[in-house]
């Protein structure tokens, strides 16, 4: 089982180990999306803040994605964010809830109206580096509200479930940068974290318990090639490249 002292190792934020050992109260159901989703109150010692709960037995089965691993795709995103210096992602954790075991996520204040329509022209280098680790994490659903301003001033991106596939199923709205070339700092990054992935390095023994060989191998792949041909893919006519629904 993975436990939020494996998951968890290391030293973490403030806001991390409110999420990890805070008391979760008042959960309440958001009933948009397709699986079920908790906001929720969490307390740690003198601090309270809000969160969103995914627990796994609230995922719905898809014939494409291993049933129950949503929630651990959820913290993997955050691991790979962190570890290629990304900072759009919320703090996210995976602990037990009031449903049994789920990825917990800081909740973030919503600029009203703020979606990708409305910050990337005046945001295009944050908007680059989700496109990016769209691509290296092979995002199937990436849609238009999943990256937002925040009231903190911050753009942020959500929704991270459907990542991982070892098959190349990307489908964003965010094609603004197919076939450029990417940010050279960006492509330091890529080639900083691959050695990241050797084994017995704490990034990868983490992303060990949340995802399978044929994932990580994949994801080497897919880092390996960006590393080695450093621009954004094309936009292929012959398939599927923006999620259904995109908003």
């Known amino acids: 089982m993975v436990t939020n002292q494996l998951l968890n190792n290391g030293s973490i934020n403030e806001i991390s180990s ?6 979760i109260s008042d959960p309440r159901l958001i009933t948009s999306g397709s699986n079920y989703t908790f906001s929720i109150r969490i307390k740690y010692k003198s601090k309270a803040i809000r969160a969103i709960y995914k627990p796994r037995i609230g995922e719905k089965p898809l014939h494409d994605f291993t049933s129950g691993t949503l929630y651990k795709r959820e913290y993997a995103s955050y691991v790979v964010a962190t570890a290629l210096g990304l900072d759009f992602i919320p703090d996210t954790v995976v602990r037990d809830g009031p449903y049994g075991i789920g990825s917990v996520q800081q909740f973030i204040d919503i600029e009203p109206d703020s979606n990708y329509f ?26 238009a509200s999943h990256c937002f301003m925040g009231r903190d001033g911050r753009i942020w991106g959500i929704d991270h479930g459907l990542t991982f596939h070892p098959i190349w199923k990307l489908r964003t709205v965010i094609w603004d940068f197919a076939e450029k070339p990417i940010p050279q700092p960006l492509v330091n990054n890529i080639s900083n974290f691959l050695n990241d992935l050797s084994h017995n390095q704490p990034t990868y023994e983490k992303l060990t318990q949340l995802l399978d060989d044929e994932e990580i ?13 450093p621009f954004f893919p094309p936009y292929d006519p012959t398939r599927r490249n923006i999620p259904l629904p995109w908003f």
């Open 18 to 23: 409110i999420l990890v050992e805070g008391e």
């Open 118 to 143: 409305t910050i990337i022209s005046e945001h295009p280098n944050k908007i680059a580096e989700i496109a990016l680790f769209d691509c290296i994490t092979n995002n199937a659903d990436r849609k």
């Open 217 to 229: 191998n994949a994801l080497k792949n897919r880092l390996t090639n960006f590393a080695n041909n």
